[in-house]
Structures are given as C-alpha cells and as structure tokens.
C-alpha cells in the first residue's frame, strides 16, 4: 500500500494514507487527498484560488482513472464548482462518459448536488491577475475584456511559462493491489477560455492500469497531451521495461517535440509492485510519498531529464 503525490500534495496525503490504513479503496485515497488540495487557497495552480484564465475566470479540470477497471472520469474547464476531482469521479461512476467539458460539466455538477462556489478566486489573487495585463491594458480596457475579439493577442502577452507548471498529481494502491490515479488543476494562468491541458486527458496527465502501474504529470500539458506521456510511461512498462527504464523513456519522448512552445514537464509513477518514481526536466524538484506504516511523508528529489526549453 502506498500513496505517491506531486509535492503540493503534501496537504492531503495523510487523509490518503489513513484512508488505506483504515483497508479503503485506492479511488477514495485518490479523491480524499486532492479535495484537501483543492480547498487550499495557497495553492494557485489547482482549485479554489487557482489562477484564472485571461477573463478572471478560474476553470478547472481533473481526471481520476482506476487501475483495476481502467474506467476513467474527467472533466474540463469546470466553472463555479470546487472539487473538480469529485465531479470527475461522479463522470466515472453514474455515466456512460469518460469527458464533460464546460456548461455540460458545470450542469452536470449540479445535478449530483455538489454545492456551487460562485466565487473562485480571492481578492488578491484577481488583482494579480488584473496587474498581468497592465501596463498595456487600463483599467476600463480589463473590466472590459470579456467583450474582446482579439484574446488570442492577450494569451501570448499575458502567459507565463513560469506559471504553465502547477497541477497535483495523486497515485494510490491499495491493500487489494488495486491502483488509482487522479489528477486536478486550475490549469495555465491566463490561459485562453476553454483550454484544456493534460490533466483531464486520460493517457496524457493520467493513466492507471493495475497489471503494469501508472503515472501522472504536472507541468506544460500540451506536451503531455501531444507525446501521450503517462499512456507512454505505462505501455513502456507494459514492454517490459523497469520503472526507471519506462519514466526516462517517457521523458525522453517528449524531446523529439518540435515546434515554438516546450517548457517544463514532471511526473511521477509506480509499477505494480509500489515502487516508485518521480522525473522532471528541471533542477531541484520533488515529489512525496507515504506508506500507511509511515506517521508522515517523506520527500524525493525527482531525477531530471532536461529538456531544452524553446518560448515563441
Ligand atoms: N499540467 C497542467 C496543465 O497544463 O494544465
């Protein structure tokens, strides 16, 4: 039994932990943990506080997928709900969908009861949303923004490639070897309305399957999106390869992208035997596990594979 988690996970994972000591299922693990991140407002790449799109609009997407069954629950650009994380386990559990983005998502949030939260964001966080389009916007121009027909222009001078990295990544086993993995963010600040990453993507930011192990990213995900990075971590695996063998592999993929945009990419994952592995193409990350023998969690440095980072 073990939980593996991003290192702002660090929240949550006891309530992971002692929900497997207590012999709970990994997707409860899983969904227990990143509610706690979710909720906290010093956390801005993931839940209430998270930093907004280019409207001042925090959208959310997560994704949770069980190992034993391979079935899958996400949801993306989720508005006016808190625990994505839990919308996307509902996506799993009473539909016969995978993804629900947008209205779709936020309607069906509602329907299973999950209480709306209108306001997402704290006072400080919107004015720091407001500071990144000055000085070339003023004040009537951002109260205006919504209205605008030329966002696409904004998004390029508005985002942040130092604030493109945040998500949390949970992975659980539990005492039946089962294994789950969730992932939850609030996504790219500033990024273009309706944008989704990789963390709502099964096979990108997620993936799980109980007979080889799983992984999940944090970081740039139309990279994860675009080299189908956990999917990849895990088919290597599958082939065969060790965990650390299948992690640098994963990685390594996603230098061979090419294009104007490649920045930082990070996972974490474990094969089926609870070992674990945390990788980032940066300098000084790391990542956090917890067994449920253990009164807390240890921290990792990940290994790093760098990738050579290309901006516009
Ligand atoms: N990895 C999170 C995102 O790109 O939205």
Redesign the pocket.
């Given at each position: 039994m073990i939980v593996v988690a991003s290192s702002n996970g660090r929240i949550g994972i006891e309530a992971a932990a002692q929900i497997l000591r207590q012999g709970g299922t990994a997707v409860d693990a899983v969904e227990a943990g990143i509610r706690l991140v979710e909720a906290n407002p010093e956390d801005h790449t993931v839940g209430y506080n998270g930093y907004p799109n280019i409207l001042g609009e925090v959208e959310l997407?997560a994704s949770i997928m069980n190992g034993r069954t391979l079935e899958s629950g996400a949801v993306g650009a989720l508005k006016g709900y808190l625990h994505a994380i839990t919308v996307a386990r509902q996506v799993m559990d009473k539909l016969p969908h995978v993804l629900l983005v947008g209205d779709g998502a936020s309607r069906f949030a509602a329907e299973m009861g999950n209480p709306p939260q209108p306001e997402m964001l704290l006072p400080e966080t919107r004015t720091t949303w407001a500071d990144r389009l000055r000085p070339d916007m003023n004040d009537a121009d951002i109260a205006q923004i919504a209205s605008r027909t030329d966002l696409a222009h904004w998004v390029e001078l508005a985002t942040d490639p130092e604030r493109?990295?945040?998500?949390v990544n949970f992975i659980a086993q539990d005492r039946d070897g089962n294994i789950c993995t969730g992932v939850s963010?609030s996504?790219?600040a500033w990024?273009y309305p309706g944008r989704?990453?990789?963390?709502p993507i099964i096979g990108a930011?997620n993936y799980a399957d109980n007979r080889y192990g799983a992984a999940a990213?944090?970081?740039?995900?139309?990279m994860?999106i675009r080299a189908s990075t956990a999917h990849s971590l895990v088919f290597y695996l599958k082939m065969g390869l060790s965990l650390a063998e299948a992690s640098e592999r994963a990685m390594t993929d996603l230098c061979d992208l090419g294009g104007r945009f490649i920045s930082v990419m990070n996972l974490i994952a474990i094969d089926k035997d609870g070992n674990h592995a945390g990788y980032s193409s940066d300098n000084g990350r790391t990542y956090i596990y917890q067994t449920p023998d253990m009164a807390e969690c240890e921290e990792l440095p990940r290994i790093v594979v760098p990738i050579p980072p290309r901006w516009g």
């Open positions: 997407d493109a990295k945040g998500t963010t996504g790219w990024k989704l990453g990789d963390s930011g990213c944090t970081g740039m995900g139309e994860a």
